[in-house]
Protein backbone atom coordinates (compact mmCIF):
# COMPACT_ATOMS: atom_id res chain seq x y z
CA UNK A 1 0.00 0.00 0.00
CA UNK A 2 1.28 3.38 -1.07
CA UNK A 3 1.87 5.98 1.71
CA UNK A 4 -1.30 7.92 2.64
CA UNK A 5 -2.27 10.43 4.90
CA UNK A 6 -5.27 12.77 4.67
CA UNK A 7 -6.02 15.92 6.88
CA UNK A 8 -8.71 18.76 6.73
CA UNK A 9 -7.92 21.77 8.89
CA UNK A 10 -10.77 24.41 9.71
CA UNK A 11 -13.20 23.49 7.18
CA UNK A 12 -16.51 24.89 7.06
CA UNK A 13 -19.45 23.80 4.06
CA UNK A 14 -21.90 25.76 2.72
CA UNK A 15 -25.29 24.89 0.88
CA UNK A 16 -26.99 27.56 -1.02
CA UNK A 17 -27.70 29.66 2.23
CA UNK A 18 -27.26 27.17 4.88
CA UNK A 19 -24.20 26.98 6.69
CA UNK A 20 -23.49 23.42 7.48
CA UNK A 21 -20.84 22.85 9.62
CA UNK A 22 -17.31 25.00 10.57
CA UNK A 23 -14.15 24.35 12.21
CA UNK A 24 -14.10 20.38 11.55
CA UNK A 25 -10.73 19.08 11.43
CA UNK A 26 -9.38 15.49 11.12
CA UNK A 27 -6.46 13.92 10.94
CA UNK A 28 -5.77 10.40 9.40
CA UNK A 29 -2.49 8.22 9.03
CA UNK A 30 -2.27 4.74 7.30
CA UNK A 31 -4.14 2.45 8.74
CA UNK A 32 -6.26 3.95 10.66
CA UNK A 33 -10.74 4.73 10.04
CA UNK A 34 -13.14 7.26 11.05
CA UNK A 35 -16.89 7.25 11.29
CA UNK A 36 -18.78 10.20 10.47
CA UNK A 37 -22.29 10.04 12.12
CA UNK A 38 -24.46 12.95 11.68
CA UNK A 39 -28.42 12.93 10.65
CA UNK A 40 -29.82 13.19 7.46
CA UNK A 41 -29.24 16.39 5.72
CA UNK A 42 -26.54 17.85 8.07
CA UNK A 43 -23.45 17.40 5.75
CA UNK A 44 -21.83 14.45 5.75
CA UNK A 45 -22.04 13.93 2.14
CA UNK A 46 -20.55 17.04 1.20
CA UNK A 47 -18.10 16.21 3.81
CA UNK A 48 -17.38 13.60 1.97
CA UNK A 49 -17.32 15.64 -1.37
CA UNK A 50 -14.58 18.23 -0.23
CA UNK A 51 -12.22 15.56 0.93
CA UNK A 52 -12.52 13.87 -2.47
CA UNK A 53 -11.36 17.13 -3.75
CA UNK A 54 -14.62 17.13 -5.53
CA UNK A 55 -16.25 20.31 -3.89
CA UNK A 56 -14.77 23.55 -2.60
CA UNK A 57 -15.14 23.69 1.23
CA UNK A 58 -16.22 27.63 2.14
CA UNK A 59 -12.94 27.73 4.07
CA UNK A 60 -10.36 25.43 5.06
CA UNK A 61 -7.58 23.56 3.77
CA UNK A 62 -7.29 19.20 2.81
CA UNK A 63 -4.39 17.84 2.44
CA UNK A 64 -4.47 13.86 0.67
CA UNK A 65 -1.60 11.93 -0.12
CA UNK A 66 -2.03 8.45 -1.92
CA UNK A 67 -5.04 7.77 -4.65
CA UNK A 68 -8.99 8.31 -3.27
CA UNK A 69 -11.29 6.01 -3.75
CA UNK A 70 -15.18 7.31 -3.50
CA UNK A 71 -18.12 5.14 -3.11
CA UNK A 72 -21.71 6.78 -2.58
CA UNK A 73 -25.07 6.16 -4.00
CA UNK A 74 -24.10 6.22 -7.66
CA UNK A 75 -22.45 3.05 -8.69
CA UNK A 76 -21.00 4.84 -11.79
CA UNK A 77 -22.13 1.77 -13.37
CA UNK A 78 -24.22 1.62 -16.74
CA UNK A 79 -27.40 0.31 -16.42
CA UNK A 80 -27.70 -1.19 -19.91
CA UNK A 81 -24.50 -2.88 -20.00
CA UNK A 82 -24.07 -6.45 -17.69
CA UNK A 83 -22.23 -6.12 -14.96
CA UNK A 84 -19.04 -7.70 -15.81
CA UNK A 85 -18.91 -5.35 -18.92
CA UNK A 86 -19.49 -2.36 -16.74
CA UNK A 87 -16.96 -3.44 -14.30
CA UNK A 88 -14.50 -4.31 -17.22
CA UNK A 89 -14.58 -0.78 -18.20
CA UNK A 90 -13.34 0.13 -14.63
CA UNK A 91 -10.74 -2.47 -14.27
CA UNK A 92 -9.57 -1.40 -17.72
CA UNK A 93 -8.73 2.50 -16.24
CA UNK A 94 -7.39 0.89 -12.79
CA UNK A 95 -5.26 -1.69 -14.04
CA UNK A 96 -5.55 -5.59 -13.11
CA UNK A 97 -6.83 -5.27 -9.31
CA UNK A 98 -8.41 -8.05 -7.70
CA UNK A 99 -11.91 -7.72 -6.50
CA UNK A 100 -12.89 -11.55 -5.17
CA UNK A 101 -16.58 -11.15 -7.10
CA UNK A 102 -17.46 -14.71 -5.27
CA UNK A 103 -16.89 -12.78 -1.75
CA UNK A 104 -19.00 -10.23 -2.86
CA UNK A 105 -21.70 -12.01 -3.63
CA UNK A 106 -21.54 -11.22 -7.48
CA UNK A 107 -20.21 -14.38 -9.62
CA UNK A 108 -23.39 -15.41 -10.60
CA UNK A 109 -24.56 -11.63 -11.70
CA UNK A 110 -21.76 -10.94 -14.39
CA UNK A 111 -24.27 -11.69 -17.42
CA UNK A 112 -27.26 -9.49 -15.46
CA UNK A 113 -27.93 -5.69 -16.59
CA UNK A 114 -27.55 -3.79 -13.91
CA UNK A 115 -30.28 -1.86 -14.24
CA UNK A 116 -31.85 -5.26 -13.00
CA UNK A 117 -30.07 -5.60 -9.91
CA UNK A 118 -30.98 -4.87 -6.22
CA UNK A 119 -30.21 -1.81 -4.24
CA UNK A 120 -28.05 -4.19 -2.78
CA UNK A 121 -26.25 -6.13 -5.36
CA UNK A 122 -25.54 -2.42 -6.87
CA UNK A 123 -23.89 -1.69 -3.69
CA UNK A 124 -22.03 -4.69 -3.58
CA UNK A 125 -20.99 -4.20 -7.81
CA UNK A 126 -19.87 -1.02 -6.58
CA UNK A 127 -17.84 -2.22 -3.56
CA UNK A 128 -16.30 -4.33 -6.60
CA UNK A 129 -15.95 -1.51 -8.08
CA UNK A 130 -13.84 0.48 -5.19
CA UNK A 131 -11.86 -2.83 -4.71
CA UNK A 132 -10.54 -3.16 -7.90
CA UNK A 133 -8.91 0.57 -7.91
CA UNK A 134 -6.81 -0.81 -5.24
CA UNK A 135 -6.91 3.23 -3.57
CA UNK A 136 -5.29 4.29 -0.56
CA UNK A 137 -7.82 6.15 0.59
CA UNK A 138 -11.27 5.44 0.89
CA UNK A 139 -14.15 7.71 1.11
CA UNK A 140 -17.70 5.59 1.65
CA UNK A 141 -20.75 7.78 1.69
CA UNK A 142 -23.63 5.45 3.51
CA UNK A 143 -21.65 2.18 1.89
CA UNK A 144 -24.48 0.38 4.24
CA UNK A 145 -27.65 0.89 2.37
CA UNK A 146 -29.65 -1.11 1.28
CA UNK A 147 -27.11 -4.04 2.57
CA UNK A 148 -28.76 -6.89 4.47
CA UNK A 149 -26.71 -8.34 7.78
CA UNK A 150 -24.47 -10.16 5.69
CA UNK A 151 -23.63 -7.25 3.30
CA UNK A 152 -22.86 -4.80 6.32
CA UNK A 153 -20.56 -7.52 7.77
CA UNK A 154 -19.01 -7.87 4.64
CA UNK A 155 -18.29 -4.22 4.28
CA UNK A 156 -16.80 -3.86 8.15
CA UNK A 157 -14.41 -7.11 7.14
CA UNK A 158 -13.48 -5.23 3.73
CA UNK A 159 -12.38 -1.75 5.86
CA UNK A 160 -10.79 -3.67 8.82
CA UNK A 161 -8.55 -5.30 5.70
CA UNK A 162 -8.00 -2.38 4.38
CA UNK A 163 -6.88 -0.59 7.32
CA UNK A 164 -4.97 -3.61 8.24
CA UNK A 165 -3.24 -3.35 4.83
CA UNK A 166 -2.14 0.73 5.93
CA UNK A 167 -4.97 2.25 3.98
CA UNK A 168 -7.67 4.97 5.38
CA UNK A 169 -10.73 5.02 5.67
CA UNK A 170 -13.39 7.63 6.42
CA UNK A 171 -16.98 6.16 6.47
CA UNK A 172 -19.52 8.48 6.47
CA UNK A 173 -23.31 6.46 7.96
CA UNK A 174 -25.93 7.26 10.33
CA UNK A 175 -26.12 3.52 10.93
CA UNK A 176 -23.92 1.69 13.64
CA UNK A 177 -20.89 0.33 12.28
CA UNK A 178 -17.77 -1.90 13.47
CA UNK A 179 -14.57 -0.12 12.40
CA UNK A 180 -11.04 -1.00 13.42
CA UNK A 181 -10.10 1.31 16.26
CA UNK A 182 -14.18 2.46 16.56
CA UNK A 183 -13.19 6.43 16.20
CA UNK A 184 -16.27 8.81 15.28
CA UNK A 185 -16.79 12.35 14.89
CA UNK A 186 -20.80 13.46 14.87
CA UNK A 187 -20.92 16.42 12.35
CA UNK A 188 -23.43 17.65 14.92
CA UNK A 189 -20.36 18.78 17.29
CA UNK A 190 -19.46 21.17 14.17
CA UNK A 191 -22.94 22.44 13.07
CA UNK A 192 -22.96 26.59 12.96
CA UNK B 1 -3.47 7.61 -24.71
CA UNK B 2 -4.31 4.71 -23.19
CA UNK B 3 -7.29 6.31 -21.08
CA UNK B 4 -8.86 8.41 -24.38
CA UNK B 5 -8.99 4.51 -26.37
CA UNK B 6 -10.41 3.22 -22.73
CA UNK B 7 -13.59 5.90 -23.07
CA UNK B 8 -13.76 6.02 -26.83
CA UNK B 9 -14.51 2.20 -26.53
CA UNK B 10 -17.19 2.42 -23.86
CA UNK B 11 -18.33 5.72 -25.32
CA UNK B 12 -18.65 3.98 -28.85
CA UNK B 13 -20.29 0.73 -26.90
CA UNK B 14 -22.99 3.04 -25.14
CA UNK B 15 -23.67 5.00 -28.61
CA UNK B 16 -23.61 2.20 -30.89
CA UNK B 17 -23.86 -0.95 -29.31
CA UNK B 18 -25.69 -2.87 -26.91
CA UNK B 19 -29.51 -2.69 -25.86
CA UNK B 20 -29.95 0.84 -27.40
CA UNK B 21 -28.86 -0.12 -31.08
CA UNK B 22 -32.62 1.10 -32.00
CA UNK B 23 -31.75 4.48 -30.61
CA UNK B 24 -29.16 4.99 -33.03
CA UNK B 25 -30.85 4.07 -35.99
CA UNK B 26 -33.15 6.63 -35.15
CA UNK B 27 -31.18 9.28 -36.52
CA UNK B 28 -30.66 7.54 -39.47
CA UNK B 29 -34.39 7.00 -39.85
CA UNK B 30 -35.32 10.69 -39.46
CA UNK B 31 -33.22 12.27 -42.05
CA UNK B 32 -34.81 9.00 -44.59
CA UNK B 33 -37.74 10.04 -43.01
CA UNK B 34 -37.29 13.43 -44.11
CA UNK B 35 -36.14 13.47 -47.48
CA UNK B 36 -39.09 11.09 -48.08
CA UNK B 37 -41.45 13.98 -46.79
CA UNK B 38 -40.47 16.77 -48.78
CA UNK B 39 -41.30 15.86 -52.61
CA UNK B 40 -44.92 14.83 -50.65
CA UNK B 41 -45.45 18.44 -49.47
CA UNK B 42 -43.88 20.22 -52.27
CA UNK B 43 -44.80 18.02 -55.07
CA UNK B 44 -43.62 16.79 -57.39
CA UNK B 45 -42.14 19.43 -59.52
CA UNK B 46 -38.68 17.89 -60.41
CA UNK B 47 -36.84 21.50 -61.03
CA UNK B 48 -37.79 22.85 -57.59
CA UNK B 49 -37.07 19.53 -55.52
CA UNK B 50 -33.67 19.72 -57.40
CA UNK B 51 -33.01 22.82 -57.18
CA UNK B 52 -34.22 23.00 -52.95
CA UNK B 53 -33.34 19.35 -52.37
CA UNK B 54 -29.46 19.68 -50.61
CA UNK B 55 -30.58 22.27 -48.19
CA UNK B 56 -33.58 19.98 -47.42
CA UNK B 57 -30.79 17.25 -46.91
CA UNK B 58 -28.82 19.79 -44.61
CA UNK B 59 -31.98 20.50 -42.55
CA UNK B 60 -32.91 16.61 -42.25
CA UNK B 61 -29.02 16.73 -41.05
CA UNK B 62 -28.78 18.95 -38.48
CA UNK B 63 -31.75 17.55 -36.73
CA UNK B 64 -31.25 14.34 -36.87
CA UNK B 65 -27.74 15.21 -35.33
CA UNK B 66 -29.84 16.56 -32.27
CA UNK B 67 -31.58 13.27 -31.38
CA UNK B 68 -29.35 11.88 -29.46
CA UNK B 69 -28.53 14.67 -27.31
CA UNK B 70 -29.88 13.68 -23.98
CA UNK B 71 -28.06 10.44 -23.86
CA UNK B 72 -24.51 12.08 -24.14
CA UNK B 73 -23.66 13.86 -21.01
CA UNK B 74 -26.64 14.03 -18.55
CA UNK B 75 -26.87 9.99 -17.94
CA UNK B 76 -22.94 10.07 -17.13
CA UNK B 77 -23.61 13.04 -14.91
CA UNK B 78 -26.15 11.34 -12.88
CA UNK B 79 -24.38 8.24 -12.80
CA UNK B 80 -20.94 9.73 -10.69
CA UNK B 81 -19.21 8.51 -14.23
CA UNK B 82 -17.39 12.05 -14.10
CA UNK B 83 -16.25 12.14 -10.12
CA UNK B 84 -14.82 8.82 -10.62
CA UNK B 85 -12.79 9.76 -13.64
CA UNK B 86 -11.53 13.04 -11.81
CA UNK B 87 -10.67 10.30 -8.67
CA UNK B 88 -8.43 8.59 -11.37
CA UNK B 89 -7.14 11.68 -12.36
CA UNK B 90 -8.67 11.61 -15.83
CA UNK B 91 -9.65 14.96 -16.80
CA UNK B 92 -13.51 15.80 -18.21
CA UNK B 93 -11.68 17.69 -20.92
CA UNK B 94 -10.43 14.70 -21.87
CA UNK B 95 -13.66 12.38 -21.15
CA UNK B 96 -15.34 15.20 -23.60
CA UNK B 97 -12.93 14.87 -26.55
CA UNK B 98 -13.59 11.09 -26.62
CA UNK B 99 -17.23 11.41 -26.24
CA UNK B 100 -16.98 14.34 -29.19
CA UNK B 101 -15.17 11.46 -31.54
CA UNK B 102 -17.57 8.84 -30.56
CA UNK B 103 -20.54 11.12 -31.14
CA UNK B 104 -19.47 11.93 -34.60
CA UNK B 105 -18.47 8.12 -35.29
CA UNK B 106 -21.86 7.11 -34.18
CA UNK B 107 -24.13 9.49 -36.29
CA UNK B 108 -22.21 11.05 -39.16
CA UNK B 109 -20.81 7.93 -41.30
CA UNK B 110 -24.45 6.59 -41.10
CA UNK B 111 -25.96 9.86 -42.35
CA UNK B 112 -23.38 10.51 -45.22
CA UNK B 113 -24.16 6.90 -46.67
CA UNK B 114 -28.51 7.57 -46.03
CA UNK B 115 -27.70 10.93 -48.02
CA UNK B 116 -27.09 8.71 -50.76
CA UNK B 117 -30.55 7.30 -51.09
CA UNK B 118 -32.36 10.89 -49.68
CA UNK B 119 -30.74 12.41 -52.91
CA UNK B 120 -32.98 9.77 -54.84
CA UNK B 121 -36.01 10.60 -52.78
CA UNK B 122 -35.28 14.85 -53.38
CA UNK B 123 -34.06 14.15 -56.76
CA UNK B 124 -30.86 15.97 -56.91
CA UNK B 125 -28.13 15.08 -59.42
CA UNK B 126 -24.81 13.77 -58.50
CA UNK B 127 -22.61 16.91 -59.01
CA UNK B 128 -25.20 18.28 -56.24
CA UNK B 129 -25.24 14.77 -53.89
CA UNK B 130 -20.95 15.02 -54.09
CA UNK B 131 -20.91 18.62 -52.86
CA UNK B 132 -23.64 17.52 -49.81
CA UNK B 133 -21.50 14.46 -49.21
CA UNK B 134 -18.12 16.57 -48.97
CA UNK B 135 -20.17 19.33 -46.73
CA UNK B 136 -21.53 16.80 -44.27
CA UNK B 137 -18.10 15.33 -44.21
CA UNK B 138 -16.81 18.77 -43.63
CA UNK B 139 -20.04 20.23 -41.42
CA UNK B 140 -20.74 16.89 -39.53
CA UNK B 141 -17.72 17.09 -37.03
CA UNK B 142 -19.08 20.51 -36.03
CA UNK B 143 -22.53 19.46 -35.26
CA UNK B 144 -21.14 16.79 -33.25
CA UNK B 145 -18.77 18.91 -31.01
CA UNK B 146 -21.83 21.51 -31.07
CA UNK B 147 -24.07 18.42 -29.71
CA UNK B 148 -21.62 17.79 -26.90
CA UNK B 149 -21.28 21.18 -25.85
CA UNK B 150 -24.88 22.11 -25.97
CA UNK B 151 -25.53 18.71 -23.49
CA UNK B 152 -22.71 19.58 -21.52
CA UNK B 153 -24.13 23.12 -20.75
CA UNK B 154 -27.52 21.82 -20.43
CA UNK B 155 -27.05 18.89 -18.39
CA UNK B 156 -28.45 18.72 -14.76
CA UNK B 157 -30.99 21.43 -15.71
CA UNK B 158 -34.86 20.22 -15.85
CA UNK B 159 -35.90 19.66 -19.06
CA UNK B 160 -32.50 20.23 -20.86
CA UNK B 161 -32.85 17.83 -23.53
CA UNK B 162 -35.38 19.58 -24.96
CA UNK B 163 -33.76 23.06 -24.14
CA UNK B 164 -30.61 22.00 -25.95
CA UNK B 165 -32.28 21.10 -28.97
CA UNK B 166 -33.37 24.45 -29.36
CA UNK B 167 -30.13 26.31 -28.27
CA UNK B 168 -27.99 24.14 -30.92
CA UNK B 169 -29.77 25.10 -33.87
CA UNK B 170 -28.66 28.78 -33.48
CA UNK B 171 -25.46 27.90 -33.11
CA UNK B 172 -25.33 25.17 -36.25
CA UNK B 173 -26.67 28.41 -38.35
CA UNK B 174 -23.18 28.94 -39.63
CA UNK B 175 -22.65 25.58 -41.01
CA UNK B 176 -25.99 25.47 -41.91
CA UNK B 177 -24.93 28.91 -44.35
CA UNK B 178 -21.60 27.75 -45.52
CA UNK B 179 -22.31 23.99 -45.58
CA UNK B 180 -25.52 24.49 -47.82
CA UNK B 181 -24.49 27.54 -49.43
CA UNK B 182 -21.88 25.98 -51.20
CA UNK B 183 -24.41 23.74 -52.59
CA UNK B 184 -25.93 26.69 -54.88
CA UNK B 185 -21.99 28.26 -55.38
CA UNK B 186 -21.01 24.80 -56.25
CA UNK B 187 -17.42 25.81 -55.52
CA UNK B 188 -15.29 24.30 -52.66
CA UNK B 189 -15.14 27.69 -50.43
CA UNK B 190 -18.04 27.12 -48.84
CA UNK B 191 -17.15 23.74 -47.69
CA UNK B 192 -13.34 24.97 -46.58
CA UNK B 193 -15.60 27.22 -44.24
CA UNK B 194 -18.03 24.86 -43.02
CA UNK B 195 -14.64 22.67 -42.20
CA UNK B 196 -13.05 25.32 -40.75
CA UNK B 197 -15.69 26.36 -38.46
CA UNK B 198 -16.01 22.52 -37.43
CA UNK B 199 -12.34 22.57 -36.41
CA UNK B 200 -12.98 25.63 -34.27
CA UNK B 201 -15.81 23.58 -32.64
CA UNK B 202 -13.93 20.58 -32.26
CA UNK B 203 -11.07 22.64 -30.40
CA UNK B 204 -13.13 24.65 -28.02
CA UNK B 205 -16.09 21.77 -27.10
CA UNK B 206 -13.77 20.06 -25.28
CA UNK B 207 -12.39 22.94 -22.86
CA UNK B 208 -16.08 24.54 -22.45
CA UNK B 209 -17.81 20.92 -22.20
CA UNK B 210 -15.08 20.27 -19.42
CA UNK B 211 -15.94 23.45 -17.37
CA UNK B 212 -19.47 23.25 -17.63
CA UNK B 213 -19.35 19.38 -16.07
CA UNK B 214 -16.96 20.99 -13.64
CA UNK B 215 -19.77 23.43 -12.56
CA UNK B 216 -22.19 21.24 -12.40
CA UNK B 217 -20.71 18.84 -9.61
CA UNK B 218 -19.92 22.14 -7.33
CA UNK B 219 -23.45 22.87 -6.94
Redesign the interface.
Known amino acids: MQECRLSANNLACQRGERLLFRGLALELGPGQALQVKGANGIGKSSLIRILAGLLRPLVGTVEREGSVGLLDERPALDPALPLGKALGFWQRLDGPGHAELAQLGLSGLLEVPVRYLSTGQKKRAALARLLGQEAAIWLLDEPLNGLDARGVAMVEDLVARHCTQGGIALVASHQPIALPGGAAIDLADFTA | MR ?1 FL ?1 LL ?2 DL ?2 LLG ?3 RGATLLPVLFFLAVAMLYPFAVGPDAPVLARTGGGVLWIAALLAAILPLDRLVEPDL ?4 F ?6 G ?1 SEELAMSARMLAHWLSFAPALMLAALPASALVGIDAATLKTVELGLLAGTPGLAALGVLVAALTAGLRGGAALGGLLVIPLAVPLLVFGAGSLSTGGAAGIVLTAAFSLVLWAITPFAAGAAIRSA ?2 Q
Open positions: HIRRGLGERELGVDQLALRIRG
